[in-house]
């Protein structure tokens, strides 16, 4: 008798802990398949540290075929869901297609950048969804430093040192906190920068910074980043997003090349092309995390709207706390509706919440309890410790390494501005030459994806032969994708190739000029670029989803 299949879409937070718990019940009576674009689950809460050059890139990243040995690692993004077949169709990193049946599916996709209808912003910023994007911004913040020093032009020095972060929740917090540090201490140790100053602007349209959380932590929060020098302005939002720089709503315009977008998250659209029930582009789930009329099918995490047992009436928040706890109760009820023990209903208990500000400084209230200053600090970085599933003395060593050594503040070039366009459905990949950007469905009825890459804007130094700029560094909707994905190949890459460690990293078969990848379809240039030449790889299409937005 064949052994029934689990198929899990997705392995962020909700999925790698569904495939974690499925796995140590099941002990080899079901298989269970992981369908992810990458080898590895991302540690997202210390995404920010990698921008700022704490640590390095694979010490926020797991290894999934290390850690889940019993599970089978498919790589792929899903393209489509047959629910009445039970098949999952998806696309595999090298173009192959590819189809998995299931006796139960997790749908776990997640979340990417929200998109807000602002002129400029979809081409002049960048997300801080994944590790392309924080890689991307710490060389792009590096650059600017370098070249605001040479040169002679004050107007231009200022704009280059202007770093603008939309958004004034956990991530766009903490991005500022750990920026404004990381570029003083850029400028601190070079006499060529003597008197510069790099100014960091954090804006939201809420009335204080982390409205999501207690005042308290606000105050904290808001007392730590002015101190610093970040120039906090609530109330105050983008109207327009130009190649020159950013207009806010109160009139002012700001002259930078960089701007980051943290506006909050929006489900995967691949849920909203299942034709089910939705709930602000998340799909219905009752309590123990199940489909309604579906029950073979389960979801949870930021693609899930799970009703919040402690708030009648309301669903639980995109946050990777609640992913996490589904993710535990989604494997538990999986095994139950095998016959291995009883189905649960979610429930959390809030356990209070960290936000790390850089230094020794953060914002914590752990079981209620306000903390501030280095006791937030330990408690804040204690409590990432316990919850990263692996790298945890690898991470405790890059904190203590850079608590005595200065920071490597060089840029390495393996992420171009056109590789991590803010409107994307995988900004857990960057983007490379010659592979079109693939695009999800949208819900039946609903407009296409495709759509016209957009130019360069504020963010975005230009690099040689590419029409326009790179986009703002790892921040969601940082930077503007000038060339966006499709754009010009790694140029410091040995033969041209692409870097090999960047997810979604392509042989040089893809690149201009050499051999089309097999099964890859060729992409035509947009009206606005120019064809390829030896330093210009083919133009990007991209897509535009729906313009429906889940919680930040």
């Known amino acids: 008798m064949s052994r029934p299949r689990i198929v899990i879409v997705g392995a962020g937070f ?30 997202l809460p210390l995404l920010p540290q990698v921008a700022a050059g704490i640590l390095e890139p694979r010490r926020v990243t797991v290894s999934l075929s290390g850690t889940l040995p019993h599970v089978k690692l498919v790589l792929g993004e899903s393209d489509r869901i047959d629910l009445d077949a039970r098949q999952v169709h998806y696309t595999g990193p090298e173009g192959e297609s590819g189809t998995l049946s299931y006796d139960r599916l ?39 430093v370098e070249l605001a020093a040479t040169t002679d032009d004050p107007k231009r020095c200022a704009s280059r040192c202007t770093f603008v972060v939309v958004g004034a929740g956990y991530t766009g917090t ?37 409205p999501e959380l207690d005042e308290r932590l606000s105050r904290t929060a808001d007392t730590v980043l002015r101190e610093r020098g970040v120039d906090v302005r609530m109330g105050t939002s983008v109207k327009e997003a130009t190649h020159d720089g950013v207009l806010l709503t109160d009139g002012e315009f700001v002259d930078t ?32 995390l199940q489909v309604p009329g579906r029950p073979e099918v389960f979801a949870c995490g930021d693609a899930a709207a799970v009703p919040d047992l402690e708030k009648p009436g309301s669903y639980t928040p995109m946050t ?73 003395v690898r991470v405790a060593a890059d904190w203590l390494l850079d608590a005595v050594l200065p920071r490597q503040a060089v840029q390495l070039g ?31 009825g609903g407009p296409d994806a495709g759509a016209e890459p957009g130019k360069g804007g504020p963010g975005s130094e230009p690099a040689r032969n590419q029409p326009g700029g790179e ?27 692409p870097a090999k460690n960047q997810p979604g990293g392509e042989p040089a078969k893809n690149q201009p000029g050499g051999e089309p990848a097999k099964n890859q379809p060729a992409v035509t240039p947009p009206p606005d670029q120019p064809p390829p030449g030896p330093d210009v790889a083919p133009g990007p299409v991209r897509r535009t989803d729906r313009p429906t937005e889940g919680d930040s």
């Not at 997790?106 to 997300?127: D, F, M, Q, R, W």
């Not at 023990?341 to 914590?364: N, Q």
Request: hydrophobic content about 40%; glycine content about 12%.
């Open 257 to 288: 090349q960089t701007l980051v977008w943290c506006v909050g998250v929006r489900p995967d659209p691949l849920a909203e092309s299942l034709g089910l029930p939705m709930e602000r582009g998340r799909l219905l789930v009752d309590p123990h």
């Open 14 to 43: 909700a999925g790698y802990r569904t495939a974690q718990t499925l796995s140590r019940l099941a002990r080899g009576r079901a298989e269970i398949v992981l369908l992810n674009p990458t080898d590895y689950f991302l540690y």
């Open 320 to 392: 990777a706390q609640h992913a996490w706890r589904q993710g535990k109760v989604c494997g538990h009820n999986i095994a139950a509706s095998f016959g291995d023990g009883e189905r649960r209903a979610y429930r959390h208990k809030d356990m209070g919440f960290v936000v790390d500000l850089g230094g020794v400084k953060a914002a914590a209230n752990p079981l209620g309890v306000n903390l501030s200053g280095i006791a937030a600090g330990a408690v804040t970085r204690g409590y990432h410790l316990a919850a990263m599933p692996g790298n945890r």
């Open 106 to 144: 997790v749908l776990a996709a997640g979340s990417v950048n929200k998109l807000l209808p602002i002129p400029g912003v979809a081409e002049h910023a960048h997300g801080f969804r994944g590790l392309p994007e924080a890689l991307y911004l710490r060389d792009h913040v590096t650059r600017q």
């Open 471 to 497: 986009p703002a560094k790892n921040q969601p909707g940082g930077e503007h994708a000038k060339n966006q994905p499709g754009g010009e190949p790694a140029r410091n890459q040995p033969g041209g190739e």
């Open 174 to 210: 903490e991005v500022a906190a750990h920026g404004q540090l990381f570029t003083d201490s850029q400028v601190s140790r070079h006499p060529m920068r003597t008197g510069m100053r790099p100014r960091w602007i954090l804006l939201d349209i809420a009335d204080r910074v982390l």
């Open 414 to 444: 393996l992420v171009r501005s056109w590789s991590v366009p803010l409107d994307t459905a995988s900004p857990e990949l960057a983007r490379v030459p010659g592979m079109p950007e693939r695009t999800r469905p949208s819900a039946p």
